[in-house]
């Protein structure tokens, strides 16, 4: 049934009505009073497919100015009464298929229309902005309708509220967003809903203790909304009171039993507390309620990792991949598993798989780099960063791991330059001032040694790293004796091999070589063999170039093992 226009809307209609038949409003005017008839008794949306064909069709004929403005009233109320059925129909849509597709469409151009019609439909510019919000809309559009509609609506307090709580939905500055929030929340103060999506929005700004505050007071208005107690949770764990934090699910489960989301954080605050069993347990209690759950599999897989179960850990991941064979996450995490177990060239193959399916995603291309390094693809690991330093040039890992790379390849002055633009961009990290002024200070090639460059670096990666790492002491022993000063190279090359010798080193044999050679008055220098075998080191799961052990560039990267690029 659609008898829904009641009130003003129907006082409206009744005027229009009356004014269409009372006036020889033209050509159209005949199609203008079926139509407003028709308006009268609809109840289906096949009814109002014929009032907005005929309303068209009167203004099309022509009609003079009093019966012209009738005639779009009554078409704008029609066509958001239409989009509004559209839009209920698709909200309840259970899949992303194109008829699912199309009523959208159909729902958002009905709506678009009635704003052209009258600019003042704040309610169409609403649905318009809600429709496009969800998940493959036009997010531009619905921040246009959004502004639109607070531009217009000043006198509706719980519509403005809503057009705010949307607006501050959208990927704005935080501040933007909170100012929104405070706004809706002065208009409404006795609504859940705004003191719900500021308490999320200050939590995500860290700011715990206000974030606390509003959900607790939205607790008081909706005691029954059991996602409250979940995010209240969040909060509280977040503050380090896991004991409140699972009081405050229990309560939560309390009112919903079979809540995934309760389980899934209660396991989460367990495994904070470093409580792995009875996480195992919550996610385990979870996947009774739904064996398909991926996101649980997926969680469940990383605990069952983390605790050495490698298989079980790998069945739950493969069971995913049954249901969702594409989802990223779940190839992703795979691959990870896989390379964790140094199983590089399988790990390598799901990457690029993943690759292929989202070939911007800079994650991807990021520990694609990584594992052509590791199985010393240098070519393969040279094109990876480059498209990694396309899609973000300003992470500096990316010009490390293109820097690190290009020197097993005896690019030394390509690699120069690439530590020079990290270093622009991180100054801090120990492990780039170090293989830089390692080839400053070692480089067969007289052009590109820098002695004075190679000692200011040195002596910074010392500092950051407390001169407790052997590799970086036998840096600085090498820039010293590059500058001639070869008692302080021989006093800091000791020290290297005695620092390597208590940490059982496997560079040791080559700092005590170094030693010898600045004993002997030389200055070390880095042959360039071609593509020197590497070590294999363990790649951790994250894959990230700062993860990874390295090794110290130069003629035996298998026995300095340098910062993590």
């Given at each position: 049934?659609?008898?829904?226009?009641?009130?003003?809307?129907?006082?409206?209609?009744?005027?229009?009505?009356?004014?269409?038949?009372?006036?020889?409003?033209?050509?159209?005017?005949?199609?203008?009073?079926?139509?407003?008839?028709?308006?009268?008794?609809?109840?289906?949306?096949?009814?109002?497919?014929?009032?907005?064909?005929?309303?068209?069709?009167?203004?099309?004929?022509?009609?003079?100015?009093?019966?012209?403005?009738?005639?779009?009233?009554?078409?704008?109320?029609?066509?958001?009464?239409?989009?509004?059925?559209a839009a209920a129909a698709f909200s309840r849509g259970l899949a992303q298929n194109a008829a699912w597709t199309k009523l959208?469409?159909?729902?958002?151009?009905?709506?678009?229309?009635?704003v052209k019609l009258d600019p003042q439909q704040s309610q169409a510019l609403l649905l318009i902005a809600q429709l496009n919000?969800?998940?493959?809309?036009?997010?531009?559009?619905?921040?246009?309708?959004?502004?639109?509609?607070?531009?217009?609506?000043?006198?509706?307090?719980?519509?403005?509220?809503?057009?705010?709580?949307?607006?501050?939905?959208?990927?704005?500055?935080?501040?933007?967003?909170?100012?929104d929030l405070n706004e809706a929340v002065k208009l409404g103060p006795g609504e859940a809903a705004t003191l719900h999506a500021?308490?999320?929005?200050?939590?995500?700004?860290?700011?715990?203790?206000?974030?606390?505050?509003?959900?607790?007071?939205?607790?008081?208005?909706?005691?029954?909304?059991?996602?409250?107690?979940?995010?209240?949770?969040?909060?509280?764990?977040?503050?380090?009171?896991?004991?409140?934090?699972?009081?405050?699910?229990?309560?939560?489960?309390?009112?919903?039993?079979?809540?995934?989301?309760?389980?899934?954080?209660?396991?989460?605050?367990?495994?904070?507390?470093?409580?792995?069993?009875?996480?195992?347990?919550?996610?385990?209690?979870?996947?009774?309620?739904?064996?398909?759950?991926?996101?649980?599999?997926?969680?469940?897989?990383?605990?069952?990792?983390?605790?050495?179960?490698?298989?079980?850990?790998?069945?739950?991941?493969?069971?995913?991949?049954?249901?969702?064979?594409?989802?990223?996450?779940?190839?992703?995490?795979?691959?990870?598993?896989?390379?964790?177990?140094?199983?590089?060239?399988?790990?390598?193959?799901?990457?690029?798989?993943?690759?292929?399916?989202?070939?911007?995603?800079?994650?991807?291309?990021?520990?694609?780099?990584?594992?052509?390094?590791?199985?010393?693809?240098?070519?393969?690991?040279?094109?990876?960063?480059?498209?990694?330093?396309?899609?973000?040039?300003?992470?500096?890992?990316?010009?490390?791991?293109?820097?690190?790379?290009?020197?097993?390849?005896?690019?030394?002055?390509?690699?120069?330059?690439?530590?020079?633009?990290?270093?622009?961009?991180?100054?801090?990290?120990?492990?780039?001032?170090?293989?830089?002024?390692?080839?400053?200070?070692?480089?067969?090639?007289?052009?590109?040694?820098?002695?004075?460059?190679?000692?200011?670096?040195?002596?910074?990666?010392?500092?950051?790293?407390?001169?407790?790492?052997?590799?970086?002491?036998?840096?600085?022993?090498?820039?010293?004796?590059?500058?001639?000063?070869?008692?302080?190279?021989?006093?800091?090359?000791?020290?290297?091999?005695?620092?390597?010798?208590?940490?059982?080193?496997?560079?040791?044999?080559?700092?005590?070589?170094?030693?010898?050679?600045?004993?002997?008055?030389?200055?070390?220098?880095?042959?360039?063999?071609?593509?020197?075998?590497?070590?294999?080191?363990?790649?951790?799961?994250?894959?990230?170039?700062?993860?990874?052990?390295?090794?110290?560039?130069?003629?035996?990267?298998?026995?300095?093992?340098?910062?993590?690029?």
């Amino acid at each position: 049934m659609l008898r829904f226009l009641v009130g003003s809307m129907m006082a409206a209609l009744l005027t229009l009505t009356a004014g269409s038949l009372a006036l020889a409003g033209g050509p159209g005017q005949a199609d203008l009073d079926k139509a407003t008839e028709i308006k009268l008794g609809a109840e289906t949306t096949a009814d109002l497919d014929k009032v907005v064909h005929l309303l068209e069709g009167a203004l099309k004929k022509g009609l003079d100015d009093p019966s012209a403005r009738m005639a779009k009233q009554l078409l704008s109320a029609t066509l958001f009464q239409r989009g509004s059925v559209a839009a209920a129909a698709f909200s309840r849509g259970l899949a992303q298929n194109a008829a699912w597709t199309k009523l959208r469409q159909d729902a958002v151009v009905d709506l678009q229309k009635a704003v052209k019609l009258d600019p003042q439909q704040s309610q169409a510019l609403l649905l318009i902005a809600q429709l496009n919000f969800l998940p493959g809309g036009d997010l531009n559009q619905a921040r246009q309708a959004v502004d639109q509609a607070l531009k217009i609506n000043d006198e509706d307090p719980a519509l403005r509220v809503k057009l705010l709580i949307l607006r501050a939905s959208f990927p704005e500055t935080p501040q933007q967003r909170l100012a929104d929030l405070n706004e809706a929340v002065k208009l409404g103060p006795g609504e859940a809903a705004t003191l719900h999506a500021r308490g999320l929005l200050l939590a995500d700004m860290g700011k715990l203790e206000p974030a606390l505050a509003d959900l607790n007071r939205a607790m008081t208005l909706a005691p029954d909304d059991a996602r409250l107690y979940e995010e209240k949770a969040i909060v509280l764990a977040r503050l380090k009171r896991f004991d409140e934090a699972l009081a405050t699910l229990e309560k939560g489960k309390r009112l919903k039993p079979n809540s995934i989301g309760l389980l899934v954080q209660e396991a989460t605050v367990h495994s904070q507390q470093r409580k792995p069993e009875a996480a195992l347990e919550d996610l385990n209690r979870a996947l009774k309620i739904d064996p398909k759950n991926v996101v649980v599999l997926l969680l469940r897989a990383g605990l069952l990792q983390e605790k050495g179960d490698k298989d079980k850990a790998l069945a739950d991941v493969d069971q995913v991949l049954q249901l969702r064979p594409n989802l990223p996450i779940a190839i992703r995490t795979r691959a990870l598993m896989l390379a964790q177990d140094e199983r590089y060239a399988e790990a390598t193959q799901l990457l690029e798989k993943l690759h292929q399916i989202a070939p911007r995603d800079a994650l991807t291309v990021m520990q694609l780099s990584a594992l052509y390094a590791v199985r010393q693809q240098f070519p393969k690991a040279i094109q990876a960063y480059d498209q990694w330093i396309a899609l973000q040039p300003k992470d500096w890992r990316a010009y490390r791991g293109r820097a690190d790379t290009c020197l097993n390849l005896a690019k030394q002055a390509e690699a120069i330059a690439d530590y020079e633009k990290a270093i622009q961009l991180e100054p801090k990290d120990e492990g780039v001032l170090n293989n830089l002024a390692w080839v400053l200070a070692t480089s067969p090639d007289p052009k590109l040694r820098n002695g004075k460059r190679a000692l200011q670096l040195a002596t910074r990666a010392c500092e950051l790293s407390h001169y407790k790492r052997a590799y970086i002491l036998s840096t600085l022993a090498a820039a010293y004796a590059e500058n001639g000063d070869f008692p302080q190279a021989i006093h800091w090359s000791s020290k290297a091999v005695e620092i390597g010798g208590q940490d059982h080193d496997a560079s040791l044999k080559e700092l005590k070589k170094e030693l010898a050679s600045y004993k002997a008055g030389k200055p070390w220098r880095e042959l360039q063999p071609e593509l020197p075998p590497l070590k294999k080191t363990p790649v951790e799961p994250a894959l990230k170039p700062e993860a990874k052990p390295a090794v110290k560039p130069g003629q035996q990267p298998t026995a300095k093992p340098g910062a993590k690029p």
